[in-house]
Protein backbone atom coordinates (compact mmCIF):
# COMPACT_ATOMS: atom_id res chain seq x y z
CA UNK A 1 0.00 0.00 0.00
CA UNK A 2 1.51 3.52 -1.29
CA UNK A 3 1.54 5.96 1.91
CA UNK A 4 1.80 9.48 1.09
CA UNK A 5 2.82 12.18 3.21
CA UNK A 6 0.71 15.36 3.77
CA UNK A 7 2.83 16.93 5.68
CA UNK A 8 6.58 17.06 6.20
CA UNK A 9 8.69 19.25 8.15
CA UNK A 10 12.73 19.08 8.98
CA UNK A 11 14.86 20.92 11.39
CA UNK A 12 18.30 20.36 12.74
CA UNK A 13 17.80 19.89 17.04
CA UNK A 14 20.89 20.93 18.85
CA UNK A 15 21.63 20.20 22.49
CA UNK A 16 20.07 22.27 25.13
CA UNK A 17 23.40 23.30 27.03
CA UNK A 18 26.88 23.22 24.99
CA UNK A 19 29.46 20.60 25.41
CA UNK A 20 32.57 21.81 27.17
CA UNK A 21 35.41 21.63 25.57
CA UNK A 22 37.08 18.89 26.85
CA UNK A 23 34.86 16.77 25.18
CA UNK A 24 34.90 18.06 21.79
CA UNK A 25 36.56 14.84 19.83
CA UNK A 26 35.44 11.54 19.89
CA UNK A 27 37.84 8.87 19.05
CA UNK A 28 36.55 5.96 17.05
CA UNK A 29 37.64 2.76 19.35
CA UNK A 30 38.87 -0.31 17.84
CA UNK A 31 35.94 -1.58 17.35
CA UNK A 32 34.00 1.24 16.43
CA UNK A 33 36.40 1.27 13.44
CA UNK A 34 35.44 -2.07 11.84
CA UNK A 35 31.67 -1.14 11.96
CA UNK A 36 30.28 -0.56 8.36
CA UNK A 37 30.66 2.94 7.57
CA UNK A 38 26.29 2.73 7.67
CA UNK A 39 23.08 3.33 9.01
CA UNK A 40 21.22 1.02 11.50
CA UNK A 41 17.45 1.80 11.90
CA UNK A 42 14.98 0.87 14.14
CA UNK A 43 11.00 1.73 14.24
CA UNK A 44 8.63 2.03 17.59
CA UNK A 45 4.93 1.98 16.59
CA UNK A 46 2.03 3.89 19.49
CA UNK A 47 -1.43 3.53 19.18
CA UNK A 48 -2.18 7.09 21.11
CA UNK A 49 0.10 9.71 21.24
CA UNK A 50 0.10 12.42 23.84
CA UNK A 51 3.20 13.95 23.68
CA UNK A 52 3.64 16.70 21.35
CA UNK A 53 5.89 17.67 18.71
CA UNK A 54 7.33 20.44 20.84
CA UNK A 55 7.58 18.12 23.26
CA UNK A 56 9.25 15.80 21.77
CA UNK A 57 12.13 18.37 20.46
CA UNK A 58 12.56 19.70 23.58
CA UNK A 59 13.46 16.83 25.42
CA UNK A 60 15.60 15.43 21.92
CA UNK A 61 17.47 18.86 22.47
CA UNK A 62 17.70 17.61 26.15
CA UNK A 63 18.78 14.16 26.02
CA UNK A 64 21.53 15.28 22.89
CA UNK A 65 23.08 17.27 25.86
CA UNK A 66 24.11 13.91 27.67
CA UNK A 67 24.42 12.19 24.60
CA UNK A 68 26.80 15.16 22.84
CA UNK A 69 28.52 12.83 20.10
CA UNK A 70 24.66 12.43 18.68
CA UNK A 71 25.00 16.26 17.92
CA UNK A 72 28.46 16.08 16.34
CA UNK A 73 29.45 15.55 12.83
CA UNK A 74 31.37 12.52 11.28
CA UNK A 75 35.45 13.54 10.75
CA UNK A 76 37.57 11.47 8.34
CA UNK A 77 35.90 8.23 9.17
CA UNK A 78 37.98 8.11 12.54
CA UNK A 79 36.73 10.32 14.71
CA UNK A 80 33.56 12.75 15.90
CA UNK A 81 33.80 16.43 16.54
CA UNK A 82 31.51 17.13 19.04
CA UNK A 83 30.11 20.65 17.61
CA UNK A 84 26.90 20.87 18.76
CA UNK A 85 25.63 20.73 15.01
CA UNK A 86 23.04 19.48 16.21
CA UNK A 87 20.48 16.30 14.96
CA UNK A 88 18.15 15.87 12.27
CA UNK A 89 14.39 15.56 13.07
CA UNK A 90 11.72 15.21 10.45
CA UNK A 91 8.53 15.29 11.09
CA UNK A 92 5.42 13.80 8.60
CA UNK A 93 1.92 13.70 8.86
CA UNK A 94 -0.15 10.54 7.05
CA UNK A 95 -3.37 11.78 7.82
CA UNK A 96 -5.21 9.12 5.38
CA UNK A 97 -3.62 6.43 6.95
CA UNK A 98 -3.84 4.08 9.97
CA UNK A 99 -1.33 2.68 12.09
CA UNK A 100 -3.34 -0.46 11.87
CA UNK A 101 -2.54 -0.64 7.59
CA UNK A 102 1.58 -0.24 8.58
CA UNK A 103 1.91 -2.98 11.33
CA UNK A 104 -1.22 -5.71 10.39
CA UNK A 105 0.53 -6.72 6.74
CA UNK A 106 3.81 -5.10 7.17
CA UNK A 107 5.63 -4.94 3.71
CA UNK A 108 9.59 -4.43 5.06
CA UNK A 109 10.70 -2.23 1.53
CA UNK A 110 7.68 0.15 2.59
CA UNK A 111 8.98 1.08 6.17
CA UNK A 112 11.85 3.06 4.78
CA UNK A 113 9.26 6.08 4.76
CA UNK A 114 8.82 5.91 8.77
CA UNK A 115 12.56 6.78 8.94
CA UNK A 116 14.81 9.86 7.59
CA UNK A 117 17.87 8.03 6.15
CA UNK A 118 18.96 5.27 4.13
CA UNK A 119 21.24 2.86 5.68
CA UNK A 120 23.73 3.17 2.82
CA UNK A 121 22.96 7.29 3.57
CA UNK A 122 26.55 9.37 2.71
CA UNK A 123 25.80 11.40 5.85
CA UNK A 124 28.31 13.02 8.04
CA UNK A 125 25.30 13.53 10.29
CA UNK A 126 25.37 10.71 13.35
CA UNK A 127 22.00 10.42 14.48
CA UNK A 128 18.28 11.66 12.22
CA UNK A 129 15.12 11.20 13.86
CA UNK A 130 10.96 10.51 11.78
CA UNK A 131 8.32 11.27 14.33
CA UNK A 132 4.97 9.84 11.80
CA UNK A 133 1.50 10.95 12.89
CA UNK A 134 -1.28 9.01 11.69
CA UNK A 135 -4.93 10.07 11.35
CA UNK A 136 -5.89 7.14 13.61
CA UNK A 137 -3.93 8.93 16.62
CA UNK A 138 -0.99 6.57 16.16
CA UNK A 139 2.78 7.43 16.07
CA UNK A 140 6.25 6.01 14.84
CA UNK A 141 9.49 7.02 15.61
CA UNK A 142 12.20 6.17 13.67
CA UNK A 143 15.68 6.32 14.67
CA UNK A 144 18.65 6.11 12.28
CA UNK A 145 22.15 5.86 14.27
CA UNK A 146 25.53 6.08 12.42
CA UNK A 147 26.94 2.16 12.92
CA UNK A 148 30.65 3.71 12.90
CA UNK A 149 29.74 5.56 16.54
CA UNK A 150 27.32 3.02 18.09
CA UNK A 151 25.56 -0.61 17.79
CA UNK A 152 22.16 -1.58 18.28
CA UNK A 153 22.22 -1.27 22.15
CA UNK A 154 23.52 2.15 22.25
CA UNK A 155 21.07 3.09 19.88
CA UNK A 156 18.39 1.63 21.89
CA UNK A 157 19.98 2.97 24.90
CA UNK A 158 19.57 6.59 23.95
CA UNK A 159 16.01 6.23 22.74
CA UNK A 160 15.00 5.01 26.59
CA UNK A 161 17.06 8.55 27.83
CA UNK A 162 15.20 10.73 25.35
CA UNK A 163 11.43 8.54 26.19
CA UNK A 164 12.76 9.22 29.97
CA UNK A 165 13.50 13.16 29.50
CA UNK A 166 10.34 13.35 27.37
CA UNK A 167 8.48 12.26 30.49
CA UNK A 168 10.66 14.12 32.75
CA UNK A 169 11.84 10.59 34.69
CA UNK A 170 14.85 11.75 36.85
CA UNK A 171 15.29 8.24 38.27
CA UNK A 172 15.64 6.64 34.56
CA UNK A 173 17.41 9.77 33.41
CA UNK A 174 20.51 9.63 36.27
CA UNK A 175 20.42 5.96 35.71
CA UNK A 176 21.34 5.33 32.09
CA UNK A 177 24.02 7.89 32.01
CA UNK A 178 26.32 7.08 29.02
CA UNK A 179 29.67 6.33 29.60
CA UNK A 180 31.98 7.32 26.05
CA UNK A 181 34.98 6.24 26.65
CA UNK A 182 35.29 2.50 24.81
CA UNK A 183 38.13 4.21 23.02
CA UNK A 184 40.25 3.74 26.32
CA UNK A 185 39.69 0.27 26.29
CA UNK A 186 40.24 -0.33 22.58
CA UNK A 187 42.22 1.91 21.84
CA UNK A 188 42.37 2.72 17.70
CA UNK A 189 44.65 0.15 15.39
CA UNK A 190 45.73 1.04 11.60
CA UNK A 191 43.48 -2.03 9.79
CA UNK A 192 44.46 -1.12 6.44
CA UNK A 193 46.17 -4.12 6.17
CA UNK A 194 43.80 -6.45 7.57
CA UNK A 195 41.14 -6.03 4.94
CA UNK A 196 44.36 -5.70 2.08
CA UNK A 197 45.52 -9.11 3.08
CA UNK A 198 42.27 -11.08 3.79
CA UNK A 199 40.72 -12.43 0.51
CA UNK A 200 38.14 -14.72 1.16
CA UNK A 201 37.57 -16.55 -2.11
CA UNK A 202 37.11 -15.07 -5.68
CA UNK A 203 35.88 -11.67 -6.24
CA UNK A 204 31.58 -11.56 -5.41
CA UNK A 205 29.43 -11.72 -8.45
CA UNK A 206 27.58 -9.14 -9.79
CA UNK A 207 24.71 -7.72 -7.64
CA UNK A 208 21.83 -9.84 -6.91
CA UNK A 209 18.20 -8.78 -6.22
CA UNK A 210 17.91 -8.74 -2.38
CA UNK A 211 14.59 -9.16 -0.84
CA UNK A 212 13.11 -8.85 3.07
CA UNK A 213 10.84 -10.91 4.40
CA UNK A 214 9.42 -11.23 7.97
CA UNK A 215 9.41 -14.69 9.35
CA UNK A 216 7.41 -14.68 13.07
CA UNK A 217 8.25 -17.56 15.26
CA UNK A 218 5.36 -18.21 17.63
CA UNK A 219 6.13 -20.14 20.98
CA UNK A 220 4.84 -23.43 18.88
CA UNK A 221 7.13 -22.64 16.37
CA UNK A 222 10.25 -22.48 18.53
CA UNK A 223 9.14 -25.41 20.23
CA UNK A 224 9.47 -27.74 17.47
CA UNK A 225 12.72 -26.02 16.76
CA UNK A 226 14.16 -26.10 19.71
CA UNK A 227 13.49 -30.07 19.63
CA UNK A 228 14.31 -30.48 16.39
CA UNK A 229 17.95 -28.48 17.12
CA UNK A 230 18.75 -30.57 20.54
CA UNK A 231 20.98 -33.45 20.98
CA UNK A 232 23.02 -35.36 23.57
CA UNK A 233 25.87 -32.41 23.40
CA UNK A 234 23.22 -29.87 23.24
CA UNK A 235 19.94 -30.68 25.20
CA UNK A 236 18.28 -27.44 25.87
CA UNK A 237 19.25 -24.81 22.92
CA UNK A 238 18.49 -21.51 23.34
CA UNK A 239 15.94 -19.84 20.96
CA UNK A 240 18.33 -18.18 18.53
CA UNK A 241 20.44 -20.53 18.38
CA UNK A 242 17.29 -22.17 17.19
CA UNK A 243 16.38 -20.58 14.72
CA UNK A 244 19.47 -19.44 13.64
CA UNK A 245 20.55 -23.20 12.77
CA UNK A 246 16.80 -23.30 10.54
CA UNK A 247 17.45 -20.58 8.20
CA UNK A 248 21.12 -21.66 8.02
CA UNK A 249 20.35 -24.93 7.35
CA UNK A 250 17.80 -24.46 3.65
CA UNK A 251 20.08 -21.19 2.98
CA UNK A 252 22.76 -24.09 3.02
CA UNK A 253 20.10 -26.49 1.28
CA UNK A 254 19.30 -23.57 -1.17
CA UNK A 255 22.55 -21.82 -2.62
CA UNK A 256 24.83 -25.50 -2.66
CA UNK A 257 22.19 -26.24 -5.61
CA UNK A 258 23.36 -23.06 -7.23
CA UNK A 259 27.40 -22.82 -5.52
CA UNK A 260 28.04 -26.36 -4.95
CA UNK A 261 31.77 -25.42 -4.44
CA UNK A 262 31.33 -23.01 -1.43
CA UNK A 263 32.14 -23.22 2.09
CA UNK A 264 29.39 -21.92 3.99
CA UNK A 265 29.96 -19.70 7.24
CA UNK A 266 27.63 -18.17 9.78
CA UNK A 267 28.36 -15.51 12.25
CA UNK A 268 26.98 -14.06 14.68
CA UNK A 269 27.06 -10.60 16.66
CA UNK A 270 27.96 -11.04 20.07
CA UNK A 271 27.63 -8.31 22.86
CA UNK A 272 30.84 -8.03 24.73
CA UNK A 273 29.97 -5.72 27.48
CA UNK A 274 28.89 -8.40 30.31
CA UNK A 275 31.86 -11.07 28.52
CA UNK A 276 34.76 -8.81 29.78
CA UNK A 277 36.96 -9.15 32.61
CA UNK A 278 36.03 -6.65 34.76
CA UNK A 279 32.56 -6.45 33.14
CA UNK A 280 32.19 -3.39 30.65
CA UNK A 281 29.45 -1.17 32.23
CA UNK A 282 26.14 -1.55 30.68
CA UNK A 283 25.74 1.79 29.48
CA UNK A 284 28.97 1.83 27.62
CA UNK A 285 28.15 3.49 24.36
CA UNK A 286 29.86 2.47 21.11
CA UNK A 287 30.40 -0.63 19.19
CA UNK A 288 30.39 -3.22 22.03
CA UNK A 289 30.42 -5.93 19.90
CA UNK A 290 32.33 -8.79 18.14
CA UNK A 291 32.04 -11.93 15.80
CA UNK A 292 31.81 -15.17 15.89
CA UNK A 293 32.12 -17.24 13.08
CA UNK A 294 31.24 -21.05 12.45
CA UNK A 295 31.89 -22.73 9.80
CA UNK A 296 30.99 -25.80 7.43
CA UNK A 297 32.21 -27.23 3.89
CA UNK A 298 29.57 -30.24 4.48
CA UNK A 299 26.08 -29.65 2.58
CA UNK A 300 24.48 -32.59 4.46
CA UNK A 301 24.00 -30.80 7.91
CA UNK A 302 20.43 -31.01 10.26
CA UNK A 303 19.23 -28.24 12.66
CA UNK A 304 21.17 -29.72 15.85
CA UNK A 305 24.72 -30.25 14.07
CA UNK A 306 24.02 -26.30 13.16
CA UNK A 307 23.26 -25.05 16.45
CA UNK A 308 25.83 -27.04 18.05
CA UNK A 309 28.52 -25.35 15.77
CA UNK A 310 26.95 -21.79 16.56
CA UNK A 311 26.97 -22.30 20.26
CA UNK A 312 30.56 -23.63 20.41
CA UNK A 313 32.32 -20.37 18.32
CA UNK A 314 29.46 -17.88 20.51
CA UNK A 315 31.11 -19.53 23.78
CA UNK A 316 34.66 -18.62 22.79
CA UNK A 317 33.92 -15.14 22.62
CA UNK A 318 34.89 -14.97 26.74
CA UNK A 319 36.96 -12.81 28.43
CA UNK A 320 40.05 -14.00 26.64
CA UNK A 321 38.65 -13.17 23.55
CA UNK A 322 37.77 -9.93 24.52
CA UNK A 323 40.91 -9.52 25.94
CA UNK A 324 42.37 -10.33 22.73
CA UNK A 325 40.48 -7.51 20.58
CA UNK A 326 41.61 -5.04 23.26
CA UNK A 327 45.11 -4.93 21.53
CA UNK A 328 43.46 -4.52 17.80
CA UNK A 329 46.19 -4.59 15.42
CA UNK A 330 47.31 -8.16 17.36
CA UNK A 331 44.11 -9.36 16.91
CA UNK A 332 43.69 -8.45 13.43
CA UNK A 333 46.92 -10.67 12.16
CA UNK A 334 46.49 -13.74 13.98
CA UNK A 335 42.55 -13.36 12.37
CA UNK A 336 43.92 -12.67 9.11
CA UNK A 337 46.35 -15.58 9.51
CA UNK A 338 44.35 -17.80 10.87
CA UNK A 339 41.48 -17.57 7.78
CA UNK A 340 44.34 -17.03 5.35
CA UNK A 341 45.59 -21.12 6.52
CA UNK A 342 42.21 -22.40 6.69
CA UNK A 343 42.21 -25.35 4.95
CA UNK A 344 38.51 -25.37 4.26
CA UNK A 345 38.93 -21.75 2.48
CA UNK A 346 41.82 -23.18 0.39
CA UNK A 347 40.44 -26.80 -0.55
CA UNK A 348 40.11 -26.93 -3.92
CA UNK A 349 39.10 -23.29 -4.65
CA UNK A 350 36.16 -22.69 -2.69
CA UNK A 351 34.45 -19.30 -2.31
CA UNK A 352 32.87 -18.72 0.79
CA UNK A 353 29.24 -18.08 1.42
CA UNK A 354 28.26 -15.94 4.72
CA UNK A 355 25.14 -15.09 6.17
CA UNK A 356 25.27 -13.14 9.30
CA UNK A 357 23.05 -13.08 12.35
CA UNK A 358 22.61 -10.27 14.43
CA UNK A 359 19.97 -10.70 17.21
CA UNK A 360 17.67 -7.85 18.93
CA UNK A 361 15.45 -10.13 21.29
CA UNK A 362 17.34 -8.45 24.36
CA UNK A 363 17.07 -4.81 23.80
CA UNK A 364 14.62 -2.82 26.04
CA UNK A 365 13.42 -1.25 22.79
CA UNK A 366 9.46 -2.28 24.14
CA UNK A 367 10.41 -0.17 26.96
CA UNK A 368 10.39 3.36 25.79
CA UNK A 369 7.01 5.18 27.04
CA UNK A 370 7.44 8.99 25.43
CA UNK A 371 3.79 9.26 27.31
CA UNK A 372 2.14 7.47 24.72
CA UNK A 373 2.64 3.79 26.43
CA UNK A 374 4.91 1.53 25.69
CA UNK A 375 5.26 0.33 21.82
CA UNK A 376 2.90 -2.19 20.74
CA UNK A 377 5.65 -3.21 17.64
CA UNK A 378 9.04 -2.63 17.21
CA UNK A 379 10.44 -3.15 14.04
CA UNK A 380 13.64 -2.79 11.66
CA UNK A 381 13.40 -1.77 8.03
CA UNK A 382 14.36 -3.75 4.45
CA UNK A 383 18.19 -3.89 4.23
CA UNK A 384 19.26 -4.73 0.74
CA UNK A 385 22.55 -6.76 2.42
CA UNK A 386 22.74 -10.13 1.27
CA UNK A 387 22.31 -12.97 3.35
CA UNK A 388 21.27 -10.86 6.90
CA UNK A 389 19.35 -12.07 9.01
CA UNK A 390 18.18 -9.72 12.00
CA UNK A 391 15.99 -11.23 14.94
CA UNK A 392 13.75 -9.04 17.03
CA UNK A 393 11.33 -9.71 19.83
CA UNK A 394 7.77 -9.76 19.85
CA UNK A 395 5.32 -7.42 21.85
CA UNK A 396 4.31 -10.23 24.58
CA UNK A 397 8.22 -11.63 24.50
CA UNK A 398 7.62 -15.17 24.02
CA UNK A 399 8.11 -15.07 19.87
CA UNK A 400 10.67 -13.52 17.23
CA UNK A 401 10.59 -12.08 14.33
CA UNK A 402 13.20 -13.02 11.65
CA UNK A 403 14.23 -10.31 9.66
CA UNK A 404 15.54 -12.17 6.37
CA UNK A 405 17.57 -10.26 3.55
CA UNK A 406 18.41 -13.02 0.89
CA UNK A 407 17.82 -13.41 -3.01
CA UNK A 408 14.50 -14.89 -4.25
CA UNK A 409 15.49 -18.39 -4.46
CA UNK A 410 16.58 -18.91 -1.09
CA UNK A 411 13.96 -17.06 0.90
CA UNK A 412 11.50 -19.38 -1.25
CA UNK A 413 13.21 -22.63 0.27
CA UNK A 414 13.69 -21.10 3.67
CA UNK A 415 9.64 -20.20 3.31
CA UNK A 416 8.27 -23.53 2.09
CA UNK A 417 10.43 -25.11 5.17
CA UNK A 418 8.42 -22.34 7.76
CA UNK A 419 5.43 -23.40 6.84
CA UNK A 420 6.27 -27.26 7.82
CA UNK A 421 6.96 -26.24 11.51
CA UNK A 422 3.61 -27.04 13.17
CA UNK A 423 4.56 -30.41 12.11
CA UNK A 424 7.53 -31.14 14.98
CA UNK A 425 7.23 -35.19 13.41
CA UNK A 426 8.83 -33.87 10.10
CA UNK A 427 11.11 -32.20 11.60
CA UNK A 428 12.79 -34.83 14.03
CA UNK A 429 12.54 -37.77 11.26
Not at 259 to 286: E, K, M, W, Y
Request: charged share 20%; aromatic share 10%.
Amino acid sequence: MKMVSGETMKEMIKPSSPTPAHHRNLQFSFLDQLAPPTYIHIILYFRAPAATSSELKRSLSDTLAIYYPLAGRLRENSWVECNDGGAEYVEARFNNVRISDVVENPRPEELAQFVPLAPSGDCDVPLAVQASFFGCGGAALGICMSHRVADAMSMVMFINAWAATCCRDAKTIVATQPSFNISSRFSPSDSSDFFKSVQLGPPPPPPEKIVTKIFSFDSKKLLALKKASSGPLMSNPTRVEAVSAFIWKHLIDSASVRNPNTVFAATHAVDIRQRASPPLPCHLFGNACARAMAMTASTAQDYYSLALELRKVIVKADADYVRRLEDGGAFLKYYAVSEENDPALREGGKSVDVCGFTSWCRLPAYDADFGWGKPFWVSIISVPVKNLVIFLRTECGDGIEAWVSMVEEDIAVIESNFHLLDQVEILVN
